[in-house]
């Protein structure tokens, strides 16, 4: 496994799906993607999150996903998206990850059967018991309908094997709260909220689980490398260049759109799987327009005179 620390950028993957009526797995343009992102500086990869439409995949195609995008690297890790609500399932996705030689693992926390705070200690130390990799905690309430409280998150941080936190919780008070109390753990808080990157690395975040990194990974290392060097003014140059693409990302429910600028870009297609549909055509110009202004601006040009 290559060793990983968890600081800088690792793309939240989208699965590409062949135009067919099973919506089979596209791995060829899978592995071209993770080549592509490993060539434009990205820290890691994490295939099968919740931008890898996880949710509809079977167990098998789980571990295939992971298997491929291992194999199409060559020296940046891979994080697998093993998480579920029900504690079984995410340990046999975590050990067969694990044992498909993912260097690290992300878990969503339970979703739909809301557990309590106690619960959710009991579901992540499980695994981080059985199975013996980094892992990372998935904190999205808007997803799963459950928060994971500062002090959860905190108990957490003393296992050897829970190494960092996903933070998409909207809230930064909560968010600064964990880096503050973690600080003397081996323990990394990442963004997983791109609006929201450049201020949790401004109070002691490491990097993020990005989903504007698929369409503009470059930009995306340029903030966060700038961030992380404590160079603000760069950083927060890129960040508002970045803003719109930030938000129309979101219009509608994430993989949606950045699917569709992903197939804009070129870079695979942009079917889903039921019950996601594509991107409505109310969103589809102003996607294409923020996709255009990227093009037109050339990165190493426009921050010449700031870097001077």
Do not use: W
């Not at 892992?135 to 808007?142: G, L």
Request: with cysteine; glycine share 6%.
């Amino acid at each position: 496994m290559t060793a990983i620390d968890f600081h800088g950028v690792y793309p939240a993957m989208c699965t590409p799906f062949n135009d067919d009526e099973d919506r089979s797995i596209d791995f060829e343009t899978l592995r071209a993607d993770a080549q592509r992102l490993e060539a434009a500086g990205v820290d890691g990869l994490v295939p099968v999150g919740s931008t890898g439409e996880s949710a509809t995949m079977t167990h098998d195609e789980h571990v295939e996903v992971v298997e491929a995008v291992i194999d199409a690297v060559d020296d940046v890790p891979v994080i697998a998206g093993t998480g579920s609500n029900n504690t079984r399932e995410a340990l046999s996705l975590s050990q067969r990850a694990a044992d498909a030689g993912a260097d690290a693992l992300l878990l969503i926390s339970p979703y739909y059967n809301k557990p309590e705070q106690q619960g959710l200690i009991d579901h992540y130390t499980t695994i981080a018991d059985e199975v013996d990799c980094p892992q990372i905690v998935y904190n999205v309430p808007s997803r799963t309908g459950r928060n994971i409280e500062p002090d959860t998150a905190v108990e957490l941080a003393s296992h050897e094997n829970i190494r960092a936190f996903k933070a998409a919780s909207g809230d930064m008070n909560q968010i600064s709260e964990i880096i503050e109390r973690t600080r003397d753990e081996e323990f990394t808080v990442l963004s997983g909220d791109d609006g929201m990157t450049l201020p949790i690395l401004a109070v002691g975040g490491h990097g993020c689980i990005s989903v504007s990194a698929n369409v503009e990974p470059e930009r995306t290392c340029a903030m966060v490398g700038a961030a992380l060097a404590e160079d603000y003014e760069r950083a927060r140059a890129i960040h508002h260049e970045l803003g719109p693409l930030f938000r129309t990302l979101f219009v509608e429910t994430n993989p949606i759109p950045v699917k569709e600028a992903m197939r804009i870009r070129g870079y695979g297609p942009a079917h889903v799987r039921s019950p996601l549909t594509r991107l409505s055509e109310e969103h589809l110009d102003d996607l294409r327009d923020v996709l255009a202004v990227l093009e037109d601006e050339d990165l190493e040009d426009e921050y010449a005179e700031i870097e001077r």
